[in-house]
Structure formats: C-alpha cells, structure tokens
C-alpha cells in the first residue's frame, strides 16, 4: 500500500520534502505509535531532509527498544541505519 501511495503523491506533490516533514510532525510522540509508524518513520525523516531528529531517534536507546517492541524484528531496526 505505502508504495501505491508513494508513486500516486509523488506525481502529485511539488515539494516532497515538506510532505515528509508534516507528516512525521503529525504522528507526535513515538511512544502510540502503530507499527506502520514505526517501520517507515526513518524513512520519511531522511526524505524531509531532518537529519538531526533522525540521529537523535537512531541513538536513543528507548526509541530502539521501542521499535524493536514493535515490529518484532531486528532487521526493520538494522535498515534504519
């Protein structure tokens, strides 16, 4: 679903970048999350280009063991990375 939705808004939206940025702005504090949240948040940070809330969420033990709760996986932390 997420990449139908991807392609669609990508031919759609001029400045992808501030999308990325309202839409992580929006799902406010990680910690009621869903786990699509949690699996495409990374994601959506680097293409708003918000590097150092990125770093911050990659180097905080909590939101870490918060994804790992989450998704169950390793690998979907791992690819973060």
């Known amino acids: 679903m997420h990449d139908i939705l991807l392609r669609y808004y990508g031919t759609q939206l001029k400045d992808r970048s501030t999308s990325h940025s309202t839409l992580y702005k929006q799902l406010g504090a990680y910690k009621t999350w869903e786990r699509y949240e949690w699996l495409w948040c990374i994601w959506h940070l680097k293409e708003a280009g918000e590097f150092e809330d990125t770093v911050t969420l990659l180097t ?15 690998y979907e932390i791992a690819k973060d990375y």
């Open 60 to 74: 905080d033990y909590h939101w870490i063991s918060g994804k790992l709760n989450a998704t169950g996986s390793v």
